[in-house]
């Protein structure tokens, strides 16, 4: 078996080492990822100017791109042999609700789901490494446990979510939904030393909203939390009704 990993906090993150080490035990492993931190940049590809992917001394691959373009360069280019899973992360930060639509570490295992390998993301609540080190037998189980399933369903990859508590504290595995995150104040008007208005994205406050399968309460209550995404985002629900506007010709 083999198997991709990467992330979009860069190369040199503790959290794309672990899931490596992690991998290592179940499959061969190649590493591909970004020469610096691509957080926020979602699902991008780098097109106005070549790419540069480098070989690390210990056989990983820098990229001087996105996180889709590393998994685009990764399966068409820079492995010899298909993988047959591609792992993203271990992220630094929760990817839930509407952090799926920004997050590089999500766009990653969405790339590999375009390219039809199954893509599975994994992201941390918390901010402590050493925390996030304490994950390395329960995320072997979680690893064991993924590339034994026979077949994944076309279109779907999986979004999870470690909470921010070692991995002593962790009270089970939740299959959840995606709640919803509203974000106030996070734009901070500054200005340059020149004058200039300027404006900072991030920060302020967050309030989350969903049902009590949400993604972020089952995070909030010591759960990991594991989300089926589909790529296809039409709302088949809403075909008949839009059909009825008369937009046809």
């Known amino acids: 078996m083999n198997i991709l990993v990467t992330n979009d906090d860069g190369i040199l993150a503790p959290g794309v080492a672990l899931l490596a080490d992690v991998c290592r035990e179940v499959a061969t492993v190649t590493v591909v990822a970004p020469d610096r931190e691509q957080s926020g940049t ?9 790419l540069r992917p480098a070989r690390r001394p210990d056989g990983a691959w820098q990229v001087d ?14 492995i010899p042999e298909r993988p047959d899973f591609v792992f993203s992360g271990v992220n ?11 997050s590089g570490t999500v766009a990653a295992a969405m790339e590999a ?8 993301a994994i992201s941390f609540s918390g901010s402590q490494p050493e925390m996030l080190g304490t994950y390395r037998h329960l995320l072997v189980e979680l690893v064991r446990r993924i590339t034994r ?3 994944f369903p076309e279109q779907m990859l999986l979004n999870i979510n470690l909470p921010a508590v070692p991995a002593s504290e962790v009270l089970g595995i939740r ?20 004058g200039r208005e300027i404006f900072w994205i ?3 406050t967050i309030t989350w909203t969903g049902t009590e399968n949400s993604d972020h309460l089952a995070v909030a209550e010591g759960y990991i939390s594991v989300t089926p995404l589909h ?8 075909l008949e009704t839009v059909k009825g506007w008369a937009l046809e010709g």
């Not at 979602?42 to 070549?50: A, G, K, N, V, W």
């Not at 789901?113 to 599975?120: A, E, K, R, S």
């Open 92 to 102: 630094h930060g929760p990817n839930m609700g509407e952090d799926v639509l920004y």
């Open 65 to 78: 791109g996105t996180p889709t373009d590393c998994v685009m360069l990764a399966v068409q280019a820079l």
């Open 113 to 120: 789901v375009t390219l039809d390998v199954p893509g599975i």
């Open 149 to 151: 399933v026979p077949r």
């Open 231 to 238: 790529m296809d985002l039409t709302n088949y629900s809403l």
């Open 175 to 194: 299959v959840t939904k995606l709640g919803s995150r509203f974000f106030s104040e996070s734009l901070t008007r500054m200005t340059d030393p020149w």
């Open 42 to 50: 979602s699902h991008s590809l780098t097109l106005h100017r070549p």
């Open 202 to 204: 991030g920060g302020g």
